[in-house]
């Protein structure tokens, strides 16, 4: 088996990046687009000896003609055209300026400035994208030129990171890298592409381990590249409250100081917090905040004896177990119940550009049904008077009662158990709509089989969602396939969440993180398998939208681009790695 191999490239803090980068660019969040498609070659000739190239997730057509390359040098500049563009422009400058040591400055195309053949066009501008998705974009690259184009700014920036995929992996060095033997070289290509589904999303559990700003926004940058576009950040649980809420400020004074196994606390300050935000929405990553409640909210409970049934704080929790912890339905703790709930999602709102705000739901197994359904209204009813839209795990469809477009995160298996698809439908028959985070093959925090016994290997990782999970697994799965009776526009669209239990710093989040993230991102973004694969319970097929042969080549490349951002992810058997 292959071992969990560590690179050599060297690190950069994530905040010079983001200090680099220009920052105020809006977040656009779109719908997805049903485009009939078929797939076309994904894999190009190898490129500078590395690998070979493709894009991950796979686009809708990519066709790499045999035809002279395009090649990034230093009198290149990036010529921006149409709103937004010049931002967007400029977040691509800020990676490949520092590893190429080119100037490419960013020009105002509308200022007459044409297109060279040694520049970068990047286009916004009506009836771009194919259909006009609003994430929908072109790439056309050759020898006269590479110009990228969309309706939208965020569809221009998913064109850049199919632009970053397809250049040099040493595009990515944070230090000024040696360059490629054949140059900065992109093949001729011609790529046009959409998104299947509109949320296509990365959960980091900040609560049971803390993780400092830099490694999220180095997470960000990363999921960014597989043009997933919602970060959900499970702020608070037993272990630990993880951010700032001035109201009640012993939230994050006394509850945030613990973490599984005792390895120190922390919290994101609201400055922390909008920083990671606005380094999120330069990357059009929208930022979804999850407090979790009623239950998992042991921190809470320790921080205010007010709100405890008996009106005594619980002792700290550093220990692995789940559904012990509950708010109190009793009307004795109804002021202080309803104030709290009032003043966290209020506070937590105006901290959040996005739309969405996650209230959690999960796992109450303290709290009788009768006042977890009362709890229920009473949270929805503090998040709903904040205008967002909200998002709770699918035992939250127990409630009738729920408010209007509330979304339901679906965590049973992929054959779903118990009682769990009738709670998820319930979001759809009350007017909102699914997220998808199969357990079984979506949870990153499931062990990989055959884990080396390596420093960090071995206690990585939980198994009780039918793990280990292969990255075969986490590409195998159809989301329209789960939940009988929910249609495809039913289905926002698909998460991969990490449970941080057994993972405590960054090089561990990357390790269980990548590859298998990949494989979800392409689930969420590329065209869905045709109907008879479907109708033969086969979404992986021999030449189609998800061809397995051709996810592995195209990972290879992609492998090869973690290697120079020094992601430390664990080199799976069956895909051919590059050294
Ligand atoms: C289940 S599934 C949880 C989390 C745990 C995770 C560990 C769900 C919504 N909650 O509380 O961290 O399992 O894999």
Same mark, same amino acid.
């Given at each position: 088996?292959?071992?969990?191999?560590?690179?050599?490239?060297?690190?950069?803090?994530?905040?010079?990046?983001?200090?680099?980068?220009?920052?105020?660019?809006?977040?656009?969040?779109?719908?997805?687009?049903?485009?009939?498609?078929?797939?076309?070659?994904?894999?190009?000739?190898?490129?500078?000896?590395?690998?070979?190239?493709?894009?991950?997730?796979?686009?809708?057509?990519?066709?790499?003609?045999?035809?002279?390359?395009?090649?990034?040098?230093?009198?290149?500049?990036?010529?921006?055209?149409?709103?937004?563009?010049?931002?967007?422009?400029?977040?691509?400058?800020?990676?490949?300026?520092?590893?190429?040591?080119?100037?490419?400055?960013?020009?105002?195309?509308?200022?007459?400035?044409?297109?060279?053949?040694?520049?970068?066009?990047?286009?916004?501008?009506?009836?771009?994208?194919?259909?006009?998705?609003?994430?929908?974009?072109?790439?056309?690259?050759?020898?006269?030129?590479?110009?990228?184009?969309?309706?939208?700014?965020?569809?221009?920036?998913?064109?850049?990171?199919?632009?970053?995929?397809?250049?040099?992996?040493?595009?990515?060095?944070?230090?000024?890298?040696?360059?490629?033997?054949?140059?900065?070289?992109?093949?001729?290509?011609?790529?046009?592409?959409?998104?299947?589904?509109?949320?296509?999303?990365?959960?980091?559990?900040?609560?049971?381990?803390?993780?400092?700003?830099?490694?999220?926004?180095?997470?960000?940058?990363?999921?960014?590249?597989?043009?997933?576009?919602?970060?959900?950040?499970?702020?608070?649980?037993?272990?630990?409250?993880?951010?700032?809420?001035?109201?009640?400020?012993?939230?994050?004074?006394?509850?945030?100081?613990?973490?599984?196994?005792?390895?120190?606390?922390?919290?994101?300050?609201?400055?922390?917090?909008?920083?990671?935000?606005?380094?999120?929405?330069?990357?059009?990553?929208?930022?979804?905040?999850?407090?979790?409640?009623?239950?998992?909210?042991?921190?809470?409970?320790?921080?205010?004896?007010?709100?405890?049934?008996?009106?005594?704080?619980?002792?700290?929790?550093?220990?692995?177990?789940?559904?012990?912890?509950?708010?109190?339905?009793?009307?004795?703790?109804?002021?202080?119940?309803?104030?709290?709930?009032?003043?966290?999602?209020?506070?937590?709102?105006?901290?959040?550009?996005?739309?969405?705000?996650?209230? /959690?739901?999960?796992?109450?197994?303290?709290?009788?049904?009768?006042?977890?359904?009362?709890?229920?209204?009473?949270?929805?009813?503090?998040?709903?008077?904040?205008?967002?839209?909200?998002? /709770?795990?699918?035992?939250?469809?127990?409630?009738?009662?729920?408010?209007?477009?509330?979304?339901?995160?679906?965590?049973?298996?992929?054959?779903?158990?118990?009682?769990?698809?009738?709670?998820?439908?319930?979001?759809?028959?009350?007017? /909102?709509?699914?997220?998808?985070?199969?357990?079984?093959?979506?949870?990153?925090?499931?062990?990989?089989?055959?884990?080396?016994?390596?420093?960090?290997?071995?206690?990585?990782?939980?198994?009780?969602?039918?793990?280990?999970?292969?990255?075969?697994?986490?590409?195998?799965?159809?989301?329209?396939?789960?939940?009988?009776?929910?249609?495809?526009?039913?289905?926002?669209?698909?998460?991969?969440?990490?449970?941080?239990?057994?993972?405590?710093?960054?090089?561990?989040?990357?390790?269980?993180?990548?590859?298998?993230?990949?494989?979800?991102?392409?689930?969420?973004?590329?065209?869905?398998?045709?109907?008879?694969?479907?109708?033969?319970?086969?979404?992986?097929?021999?030449?189609?939208?998800?061809?397995?042969?051709?996810?592995?080549?195209?990972?290879?490349?992609?492998?090869?681009?973690?290697?120079?951002?020094?992601?430390?992810?664990?080199?799976?058997?069956?895909?051919?790695?590059?050294?």
């Amino acid at each position: 088996m292959p071992r969990r191999t560590r690179n050599a490239a060297r690190r950069a803090p994530g905040a010079s990046r983001a200090a680099l980068v220009a920052r105020g660019v809006a977040i656009s969040l779109v719908t997805g687009l049903a485009l009939a498609a078929t797939l076309t070659a994904c894999t190009a000739p190898a490129k500078n000896g590395e690998a070979m190239t493709g894009i991950v997730p796979a686009p809708i057509s990519a066709d790499y003609p045999d035809r002279a390359p395009f090649t990034l040098e230093q009198n290149s500049r990036l010529v921006a055209k149409g709103e937004g563009a010049a931002a967007v422009a400029e977040t691509f400058g800020a990676l490949a300026r520092v590893s190429t040591g080119f100037g490419l400055p960013v020009v105002d195309g509308a200022d007459g400035a044409d297109a060279a053949a040694s520049d970068i066009a990047f286009v916004v501008a009506a009836g771009e994208a194919p259909d006009g998705a609003a994430e929908g974009y072109t790439l056309e690259s050759g020898s006269d030129g590479v110009r990228l184009a969309a309706d939208t700014p965020a569809g221009l920036f998913r064109a850049s990171q199919s632009l970053r995929q397809l250049l040099p992996a040493a595009i990515e060095r944070t230090d000024a890298a040696k360059p490629p033997a054949d140059g900065w070289t992109l093949p001729a290509a011609s790529v046009a592409d959409a998104p299947r589904f509109a949320y296509r999303g990365s959960m980091l559990d900040v609560a049971r381990h803390f993780f400092p700003v830099e490694d999220v926004l180095d997470h960000i940058d990363r999921i960014a590249l597989l043009k997933l576009n919602v970060l959900h950040l499970h702020l608070t649980d037993d272990q630990g409250w993880r951010i700032q809420i001035d109201s009640w400020p012993e939230l994050t004074a006394a509850g945030a100081t613990t973490s599984v196994g005792g390895d120190g606390g922390g919290f994101y300050t609201k400055d922390d917090y909008r920083r990671i935000v606005e380094y999120a929405a330069e990357r059009f990553v929208t930022v979804v905040p999850e407090v979790d409640l009623p239950g998992h909210t042991n921190a809470a409970l320790h921080a205010y004896p007010e709100l405890n049934c008996d009106g005594v704080a619980p002792k700290p929790y550093e220990g692995m177990e789940v559904g012990f912890s509950s708010l109190c339905a009793s009307p004795e703790r109804a002021e202080a119940t309803d104030r709290f709930l009032a003043d966290v999602t209020r506070e937590l709102a105006e901290m959040t550009p996005g739309p969405w705000l996650h209230v /959690g739901g999960d796992e109450s197994l303290a709290t009788p049904q009768a006042d977890y359904l009362d709890l229920v209204r009473r949270i929805t009813a503090a998040g709903a008077a904040t205008g967002k839209t909200l998002i /709770g795990w699918h035992e939250m469809g127990a409630s009738r009662e729920l408010p209007a477009g509330t979304v339901g995160q679906y965590w049973s298996y992929v054959e779903p158990q118990e009682d769990a698809a009738e709670l998820t439908t319930s979001f759809v028959e009350q007017g /909102g709509s699914v997220i998808l985070s199969p357990a079984d093959v979506a949870y990153l925090d499931m062990k990989y089989p055959d884990d080396p016994d390596g420093p960090l290997g071995s206690k990585l990782g939980l198994t009780w969602a039918d793990g280990p999970t292969t990255l075969e697994e986490a590409y195998g799965w159809e989301p329209t396939a789960i939940v009988p009776g929910l249609a495809e526009a039913d289905i926002l669209g698909v998460e991969a969440p990490l449970w941080t239990e057994t993972i405590a710093a960054a090089p561990d989040l990357e390790y269980m993180v990548f590859p298998r993230i990949a494989a979800i991102a392409e689930i969420a973004w590329s065209p869905a398998p045709s109907a008879s694969a479907l109708a033969e319970g086969r979404p992986v097929t021999d030449g189609g939208a998800r061809d397995l042969d051709s996810f592995h080549g195209r990972l290879a490349s992609l492998g090869a681009h973690l290697d120079a951002l020094g992601v430390s992810y664990r080199k799976v058997g069956g895909v051919p790695w590059v050294d």
